[in-house]
């Protein structure tokens, strides 16, 4: 029966992300109250790098999982952070899908052939490491047997969407960004985890999509 729902589930999205999407104003509700107004005047500089993401659906017992990973520490702006797989763009990829489907496949070991894509969402430009962020959306119809590379992968973390659909999972929380240095910010926080920044904004478009169209059960 899972599989039922599962199925239909994929494909009323499909059908949700050729339509007009929520848009940099669903994304703008998960970022720090302070750089609001910053993004929204951002336009994004010629000199910015390219890069995807993908946000990969797949069903588990009686569930549906969406993929995140705990970035391993290094210097860097990113450092330690929750994100989607992804990366920056290279000469040799196709276009914004390919990055993402490479870049998934080296860091969380999900082979290429076996995703779907279904759409994307709203790109969204990322000062802090001046890149532009095409977010993918894809599915598998078995879940993934994850190997992370430990160059890159501290964690692989598995969220029922059930759980990021509930409202008491959003919340205001301080957030260490620096040495000695806290934000105040908006974040998904699924059990022990912080889902902030960046891939808050971009998770928060796609559940505001599933949310307006009536996607997915809730209870």
Known sequence: MHNDAYRTFISRL???LREDLPGREAQFRMANRNKVKRMQDINTPPDAGKASILILFYPYEINTRIVFMKR?????????QISFPGGRKEQSDRDDVHTALRESHEEIGVPEENVKVLGKLTKLYIPPSNFLVTPVVGYTGTRPDFVPDPDEVAEIIEVDLNTLLAEKVMKNTRIQVGAGFQ?????????EYVIWGATAMILNELL???????LFPTS
């Not at 391993?72 to 330690?80: Q, T």
């Not at 934000?183 to 059990?191: M, Q, R, S, V």
Request: hydrophobic share 30%; glycine share 8%; charged share 25%.
């Open 72 to 80: 391993s520490e290094y210097d860097g702006v990113h450092s330690g």
């Open 183 to 191: 934000i105040t910010a908006p974040a998904f926080c699924p059990d």
């Open 208 to 214: 505001v999509l599933i949310r307006d169209h009536k």
């Open 14 to 16: 499909e059908s949700a």
